[in-house]
């Protein structure tokens, strides 16, 4: 299968795009290395040593003798380029990761708000127009997240994959109507995924585009089969306080014997994954797609919920670091339950890496040997949800 990979430099896409050619997929990348360009303006950068694109992609063919490539291409800005690419290469599928990603970033500025509102919403609607006007039949895999849902949702009922059922009560009875899950991002950067999604059930129906949205939570670990072959492939690990997630943030921490970031109590649950199942699933979701006509196929991306205040005793029962209670910049629920259907993915094959298996060689093999590189001063998170929230004082002695 020909796949173009947008987003293939970031966290998850350069990970997926290896796994897709070692599978062997014709994979390019297009990425406009907006998130190189991000960590400058943050004066950040990833805590393993990424390399260029240039780089990574000679090393993965000196490595395998497999080819994958490059265009450096914004999709929120370039359309003409874009639609090229779908008339010229024609590939059978796209997988969209290329999206400003960060919740805390989204929330820092007027700024930045309409930075990730303009490129997210404008490159997936850019995505969708281009499929139609270049007249092939492109599969579309995109990456959602779990925040659409948001996390007011409580009780014994699992949330679905995507749809609900309701009854809607009219003078001759109820009516059963399947609906989009009701949308309740907890940030501008979860607002743009529940916008995309609008965005896909309009061209799923009326232009009957094949269109898999998967709705991921927070991806943990860092090295994939692939990514470990050579320094050169390794994979980027974000742990400043925008762009850096929550486990792979306390892991970090611990190795270089910082308090452990618990936002508030701790209490929020929250659905995580490890990169090597994001790979496994997104070639999952490419290999069984809807058929066109089909509504938007929505999966669960997820394979275990956790207590962020858990996560922390874990890893503080696991290295001696202590556990700072930190006031929460965020403006969100202070203790939620979270209860996830995930059955699409399972019924497929996927066989969950948990986190007893990845947590100790990750702290060994990444957060250990890169300790050097870390900025102390870039932990603590300081967006703030609204004017006027204080962040901490800054831990670091
Ligand atoms: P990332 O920021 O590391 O990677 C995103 C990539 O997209 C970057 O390389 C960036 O340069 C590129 N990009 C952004 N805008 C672009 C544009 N207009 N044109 C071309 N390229 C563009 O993020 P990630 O962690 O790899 O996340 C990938 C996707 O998965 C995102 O859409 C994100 O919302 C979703 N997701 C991530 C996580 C997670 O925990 N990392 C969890 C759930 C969902
Ligand atoms: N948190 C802490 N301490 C920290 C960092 C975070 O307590 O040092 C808390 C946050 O307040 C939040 C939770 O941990 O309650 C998760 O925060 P996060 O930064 O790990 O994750 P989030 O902002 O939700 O975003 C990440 C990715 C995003 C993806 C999302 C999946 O950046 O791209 O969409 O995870 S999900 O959370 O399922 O919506």
Not at 227 to 238: G, H, P, S, Y
Request: net charge negative; charged share 25%; hydrophobic share 40%.
């Amino acid at each position: 299968m020909k796949v173009l990979v947008i987003g293939g430099d970031g966290f998850c896409g350069w990970p997926t795009a290896l796994y897709l050619s070692d599978q062997g997929h014709d994979v390019i990348v297009a990425d406009n290395l907006s998130r190189r360009t991000i960590d400058a303006e943050l004066g950040i950068e990833s805590l393993t040593p990424i390399r260029s694109m240039e780089e990574r992609v000679a090393a993965w063919k000196e490595i395998t003798g497999r080819t994958i490539g490059f265009v450096h291409l914004d999709v929120a800005e370039e359309y003409d380029r874009l639609l090229e690419i779908f008339r010229t290469d024609t590939p059978d599928a796209v997988v969209h990761f290329g999206e400003q990603r960060a919740a805390p970033y989204s929330m820092r500025s007027d700024t930045t708000k309409r930075y990730t509102v303009d490129n997210n919403v404008r490159g997936t609607h850019n995505v969708l127009a281009a499929i139609v006007e270049a007249g092939k039949d492109i599969a579309l895999v995109h990456l959602g997240t779990m925040g659409v849902y948001g996390y007011g949702w409580s009780g014994s009922a699992p949330i679905p994959e995507g749809y609900l059922t309701v009854k809607v009560p009219t003078p001759d009875g109820d009516l059963e109507r399947e609906i989009l899950h009701p949308a309740n991002p907890g940030s501008v950067y979860h607002l743009t995924k529940t916008l995309d999604q609008l965005l896909f059930a309009f061209y799923a129906a009326n232009d009957q585009i094949r269109i898999t949205d998967l709705h991921q939570g927070i991806v943990w670990g860092t090295q994939t089969d692939q990514t470990a072959l050579d320094e050169r492939l390794i994979n980027r690990f974000d742990y400043d306080g925008d762009y850096g997630t929550v486990l792979n943030r306390f892991l970090m921490q611990a190795a270089i014997g910082h308090p452990l970031t618990v936002h508030g109590t701790g209490g929020q649950t929250r659905a995580f994954i490890h990169i090597r199942d994001t790979v496994r699933c997104i070639e999952i979701a490419l290999t069984n797609p809807p058929a066109a006509g089909d509504k938007v196929m929505v999966f669960n991306q997820v394979t275990e919920t956790y207590r962020v205040r858990d996560l922390a005793e874990l890893i503080s029962g696991l290295t001696g670091v202590e556990v700072a209670n930190l006031p929460n910049p965020r403006r969100e629920a202070a203790e939620n339950e979270l209860n996830v259907s995930r059955d699409r993915f399972v019924a497929l094959g996927l066989n969950a890496t948990t986190l007893s298996e990845g947590l100790l060689s990750e702290c060994r093999d990444i957060a250990q040997k890169y300790r050097d590189r870390a900025d102390t001063t870039k932990i603590i998170a300081r967006s703030v949800w609204r004017k006027g929230m204080e962040t901490s004082p800054d831990l670091v002695k």
